[in-house]
């Protein structure tokens, strides 16, 4: 089942995109704006709306960590925002001054690429934010870009209708007509379909267009091998222009956007799983939370509604109960209070927090365990030394000295996350 949970209706004006970090929400729109929101409970953040774009904001994006969204414009600029207190770090002018419709972040945070209407593609450095790399297509505008999830090539479409792969070089790698009346969205999975005989990884790429369908990609590249893109199949039951298509984080499901609906589709199979006719307008844009079970989609009636599925649809997708263990256990610790919170569990993040309750140590809670496995020492530690410190047959608390009910080691996700955060925004 899916449900409804959340209906946002700040925008003045169509929702063109919408994006999810680990704890963030972002949605922009013709009204020129840019609004954050938070996931534990959909509130507006302070800093909200964003406010620099002169003309309509087609697209934003979060950086893999989270620190940093990118918007771009009508105007002819993507911005780079500090998440944290809404401030921008950089504005980026397109080269030409075209209207930029789309821009993306690379896995590892290193480039942005951005795609404008006059068909330029640019690169830029996320450090420096000065320009890497330029190039262009041939015919139509740029509205969609993907890149691949080892970041080795990205993927870009046109108004045109090409499907066009380029290398982390900004070389050409191929160029291909995908749908015959223009390209709306394309996406990857970010799980590979196979590593193959020979070390090779392959990739799904989904893409929709206004000829009304949605198309499946499999995608590999190595530099000893080269390039391949193999159409796979078309994706029945749309019968109106699709505007957007996302999979989710795991993989197995693919959610498109076709006139007022939304139709979730179980992508081993493809089968329909749900239509959500919630929007009363065109649906603009979709996009699943990464390791949380929320769906965003966008509309030209001004609204973004959140939808939460539950765990039935989600073993249905994965059709076996390890697949969705395996989906569980990379939850970081703020994504398990983002679920909590979810559940209407708020009241015990806080302990949860404590004790450094990640997806893994999720899975192993019992009943039981919630009273007694959850007196854990809640200090973080060197992961080494406190392997010797355990070796020693030491089962007390290096800070309190009290007796450790458990000497098993739970990783502290989200100071990890904090470092890499300070990291990504020091390290020139």
């Given at each position: 089942?899916?449900?409804?949970?959340?209906?946002?209706?700040?925008?003045?004006?169509?929702?063109?995109?919408?994006?999810?970090?680990?704890?963030?929400?972002?949605?922009?729109?013709?009204?020129?704006?840019?609004?954050?929101?938070?996931?534990?409970?959909?509130?507006?953040?302070?800093?909200?709306?964003?406010?620099?774009?002169?003309?309509?904001?087609?697209?934003?994006?979060?950086?893999?960590?989270?620190?940093?969204?990118?918007?771009?414009?009508?105007?002819?600029?993507?911005?780079?925002?500090?998440?944290?207190?809404?401030?921008?770090?950089?504005?980026?002018?397109?080269?030409?001054g075209?209207?930029?419709?789309?821009?993306?972040?690379?896995?590892?945070?290193?480039?942005?690429?951005?795609?404008?209407?006059?068909?330029?593609?640019?690169?830029?450095?996320v450090?420096?934010?000065?320009?890497?790399?330029?190039?262009?297509?041939?015919?139509?505008?740029?509205?969609?870009?993907?890149?691949?999830?080892?970041?080795?090539?990205?993927?870009?479409g046109?108004?045109?209708?090409?499907?066009?792969?380029?290398?982390?070089?900004m070389?050409?790698l191929?160029?291909?007509?995908?749908?015959?009346?223009?390209?709306?969205?394309?996406?990857?999975s970010?799980?590979?379909?196979?590593d193959?005989?020979?070390?090779?990884?392959?990739?799904?790429?989904?893409?929709?267009?206004?000829?009304?369908?949605?198309?499946?990609?499999?995608?590999?590249?190595?530099?000893?091998?080269?390039?391949?893109?193999?159409?796979?199949?078309?994706?029945?039951?749309?019968?109106?222009?699709?505007?957007?298509?996302?999979?989710?984080?795991d993989?197995?499901?693919?959610?498109?956007?076709?006139?007022?609906?939304?139709?979730?589709?179980?992508?081993?199979?493809?089968?329909?799983?749900?239509?959500?006719?919630?929007?009363?307008?065109?649906?603009?844009?979709?996009?699943?939370?990464?390791?949380?079970?929320?769906?965003?989609?966008?509309?030209?009636?001004?609204?973004?509604?959140?939808w939460?599925?539950?765990?039935?649809?989600?073993?249905?997708?994965?059709?076996?109960?390890?697949?969705?263990?395996?989906?569980?256990?990379?939850?970081?610790?703020?994504?398990?209070?983002?679920?909590?919170?979810?559940?209407?569990?708020k009241?015990?993040?806080?302990?949860?927090?404590?004790?450094?309750?990640?997806?893994?140590?999720?899975?192993?809670?019992?009943?039981?365990?919630?009273?007694?496995?959850?007196?854990?020492?809640?200090?973080?530690?060197?992961?080494?030394?406190?392997?010797?410190?355990?070796?020693?047959?030491?089962?007390?608390?290096?800070?309190?000295?009290?007796v450790?009910?458990?000497?098993?080691?739970?990783?502290?996700?989200?100071?990890?996350?904090?470092?890499?955060?300070?990291?990504?925004?020091?390290?020139?």
């Amino acid at each position: 089942m899916v449900k409804l949970i959340h209906t946002l209706a700040d925008h003045g004006d169509d929702v063109n995109c919408c994006a999810f970090s680990f704890s963030l929400l972002a949605t922009c729109s013709l009204d020129k704006t840019i609004r954050l929101y938070s996931l534990s409970d959909f509130t507006e953040l302070p800093h909200s709306p964003l406010k620099f774009h002169t003309y309509a904001v087609h697209c934003c994006c979060f950086s893999p960590s989270g620190h940093i969204l990118a918007s771009c414009s009508t105007d002819g600029t993507t911005v780079l925002w500090n998440t944290e207190n809404g401030q921008t770090l950089a504005v980026m002018e397109q080269p030409s001054g075209s209207p930029v419709r789309v821009c993306q972040f690379s896995p590892d945070s290193t480039c942005l690429a951005s795609g404008a209407a006059d068909g330029t593609v640019v690169l830029w450095n996320v450090q420096s934010y000065k320009l890497y790399r330029c190039g262009s297509v041939k015919d139509g505008s740029l509205v969609a870009c993907a890149f691949s999830p080892n970041g080795s090539f990205f993927v870009t479409g046109s108004s045109c209708g090409d499907l066009t792969v380029w290398d982390d070089k900004m070389r050409c790698l191929h160029s291909e007509k995908a749908h015959d009346l223009g390209i709306t969205c394309c996406n990857f999975s970010s799980q590979p379909v196979s590593d193959g005989e020979q070390g090779l990884q392959f990739f799904r790429l989904a893409s929709c267009g206004q000829d009304c369908q949605v198309k499946i990609w499999v995608v590999s590249f190595t530099h000893i091998f080269g390039f391949e893109l193999k159409y796979k199949s078309t994706l029945s039951g749309h019968c109106a222009p699709v505007l957007a298509c996302a999979f989710s984080h795991d993989g197995q499901m693919l959610v498109s956007g076709k006139c007022k609906a939304v139709f979730v589709v179980f992508q081993n199979t493809e089968n329909i799983l749900h239509t959500l006719t919630q929007h009363t307008r065109y649906v603009t844009t979709c996009a699943f939370a990464t390791h949380t079970l929320l769906l965003a989609t966008g509309s030209m009636d001004k609204t973004v509604n959140i939808w939460q599925f539950d765990l039935e649809t989600l073993c249905q997708a994965r059709s076996t109960e390890d697949h969705l263990k395996q989906f569980t256990e990379d939850w970081s610790e703020k994504d398990v209070s983002t679920w909590l919170c979810a559940q209407g569990l708020k009241d015990l993040v806080g302990i949860f927090k404590m004790n450094n309750i990640d997806g893994k140590e999720l899975l192993n809670l019992t009943k039981e365990s919630l009273a007694d496995d959850l007196k854990i020492d809640g200090y973080s530690y060197e992961k080494e030394a406190m392997e010797n410190w355990i070796s020693t047959k030491k089962r007390t608390s290096p800070m309190t000295n009290l007796v450790l009910s458990s000497v098993v080691l739970t990783p502290n996700r989200t100071l990890k996350m904090a470092i890499n955060r300070w990291l990504e925004t020091h390290q020139k």
